[in-house]
């Protein structure tokens, strides 16, 4: 897998006007590291409007070029024509960050059913974005610490390591010599969320005139609140806090340690773990047996997060994964997480009866009470639906045995339901549901890529005893 810094050399050349000024231009890397977080509303809609126009005139000079070449030729020139497409996503939504980077976030988590040159570009977004420079992050993160870092740490590394779509990641080391990671968040990433928030809503106008518009709303604005959530790293550190102290050192499972006095909201501070990213894992050749242990490990963190947590963990994807050189896992980013209050937790309760029997009938009440729909409006074509994307939810658990989570059709059926659903309208359902949608296929993406092959049924069983649930019907 090519780093970023090789894949934006891909990129086009910087504008005719550009080369021919006096001063050398910088690199197109150097130029992305240089760009401030453009903000304003319809700046950023302007700019996605002039990506997609981008995008359009990619595929349809393919499709001219495809009448006057050969099939192997045609199928090169497609494959070129989603790679560099897929570049100039990572381009644009490098340069917008926030909500827009977070969508090319959720493309790359559907490997095999999007175009792999989209998947293995946009999968860069989760870890590996360009970073933003120094010179714009310094004056910050002073008001921030209260000083310059040089003071504060005994080396701080200007050059970030890993970047995403709210801030980027500098290795420091402490006074006290222990190794850190510092989190700091982009300067105006905060308004650049509300600015395409407000955007998108203009693309939800049309479902006012549903019967579900309020479903909508409410879905929306659950969105909203747990982004504002994630730009606030005061609140991060204690949900990282509260996750760390979940676990045992025999479940394998590793969250760094926060270091409370050179963390704020928008600088956080915490242990450093040494560990690779879930593509760099696959290239060292696992075994079978191994991806079943870290696979294993994962299965067991996010059932310990729910049910002895307490809260649902969304960014569950492979850049906030790391594989350690011992077999152990580690879990990064927990700025977006939904606690389960009292109706949530019922709720939960209630789906783990068709989690456990596996019953059409158990499936459909709960289906119905989590959509807050009548017996009259759950039929037809929505029932079916809804009933195999439950089914294919739940599977792997009810059945219990080994499933083979690298099955290629099984994960593409889940990935085709949910387009079905989404295709339709089948919106009413609880204000959580797109992000519990975005945990469920983040978690099942990482099992896929692993071709782990587990039984979940058991690690469910030992987690769930925890919670004091009235199971008879187990």
Known sequence: MPSVAELIKALPEVEAMEREEKFTVPSPLEQMSLRPIPVGRWRRLGMLGTLQAKIAAAYLFYWLRSWFSHATESERNLAETHWRTALRMLDSMSYLRGAAMKVGQMMANFPDVAPREFVDTLDRLHFDAPPMHWSLLREMVHNELGSDVEQLFASFDHDAFAAASLGQVHRATLTSGEDVAVKIQYPGVGRAINDDLRNLMLFLLPSRLTRDWEYVKAQFEDIRSRLEMECDYQQEAANQIHIRNLYRESDGVVVPRVIPRVSTSRVLTMEYIGGVHLDRYLQGNPSQQQRNVVAERLVRAWYRMIYAGRTLYIDFHPGNVLFLDDGRIGLLDFGMMIPLDAKLWHLMEVMDKPLTT??????????????????????????????????????????????????E???????????????????????????????????????YRLKAKLDIRPIAEEEVAITGWDRSYT
């Open 409 to 447: 059709a099984d994960f593409r059926e889940g990935v085709d339901l949910f387009a079905q659903m989404v295709k339709r309208r089948y919106s009413r359902a609880q204000p959580c549901t797109p992000l519990i949608a975005r945990q469920q296929f983040g978690w099942r993406s990482i099992l």
């Open 358 to 407: 596996g019953r059409r009938e158990d499936r459909d009440a709960a289906n119905r009470l989590w959509c807050e729909l009548s017996d009259q409006e759950y039929i037809g074509e929505r029932k079916a639906i809804m009933d195999r994307f439950a089914d294919w939810s739940w599977r792997p658990r009810y059945c219990g045995g080994e499933f083979d989570f690298g099955d």
